[in-house]
T-cell receptor, first 114, second 109 residues
């Protein structure tokens, strides 16, 4: 299994500012994923972050808005740039086991944009 | 793309059995997963199916039919603590998970 921590756990931000969310895994993993969960909705994949390469973004998400770093095999960051109230959501970091049959989630970062 | 459909909400009685269905359309399928998510918490893994048939794990069972693009999660002997959202997720090409909209289960005394 993998234990994932995220910082911050929650934040309240002003419109137009940016927030960087950190994700730390207790073991080395190849793939890390960033999801968004808007109030009352399910999880939407933002991007896949592999170490040593640029993140791969899903339709509707772009690097300028959600830049991602993956400096090593245990850590990743997601930045929410130029925030608007529509970005208010829970952002979750995730990874998979080497056998691919389970995906673990961090506790999430609850973001509120005023 | 993926089309993953589940009922929005279900209600069942404590001690009863409930079945939550999930249908999907996807390419590069390599597994279907069920997650439980309590309000304000991260999803937790319940089950994984990659071959057709039933996987049983205690009070929870999950079924998969790949030819029909269909799965269900069966919860037996319902307890109040089972009130949560249940998310169906499909894995594609060993790389990505895509989640359904989730089914909110209300367990009543």
């Amino acid at each position: 299994s993998a234990v994932i921590s995220q910082k911050p756990s929650r934040d309240i931000c002003q419109r137009g500012t940016s927030l960087t969310i950190q994700c730390q895994v207790d073991s080395q993993v190849t793939m890390m994923f960033w999801y968004r969960q808007q109030p009352g909705q399910s999880l939407t994949l933002i991007a896949t972050a592999n170490q040593g390469s640029e993140a791969t973004y899903e339709s509707g998400f772009v690097i300028d808005k959600f830049p991602i770093s993956r400096p090593n095999l245990t850590f990743s960051t997601l930045t929410v740039s130029n925030m608007s109230p529509e970005d208010s959501s829970i952002y979750l970091c995730s990874t998979r086991t080497s056998s691919y049959n389970e995906q673990f989630f961090g506790p999430g970062t609850r973001l509120t944009v005023l | 793309g993926q089309n993953i459909d589940q009922p929005t909400e279900m209600t069942a009685t404590e001690g009863a059995i409930v079945q939550i269905n999930c249908t999907y359309q996807t390419s590069g399928f390599n597994g279907l997963f069920w997650y439980q998510q309590h309000a304000g918490e991260a999803p937790t893994f319940l089950s994984y199916n990659v071959l057709d048939g039933l996987e049983e794990k205690g009070r929870f069972s999950s079924f998969l039919s790949r030819s029909k693009g269909y799965s269900y999660l069966l919860l037996k002997e319902l307890q109040m603590k089972d009130s949560a959202s249940y998310l169906c997720a499909v894995s594609e090409n060993f790389n990505k998970f895509y989640f359904g909209s989730g089914t909110k289960l209300n367990v009543k005394p």
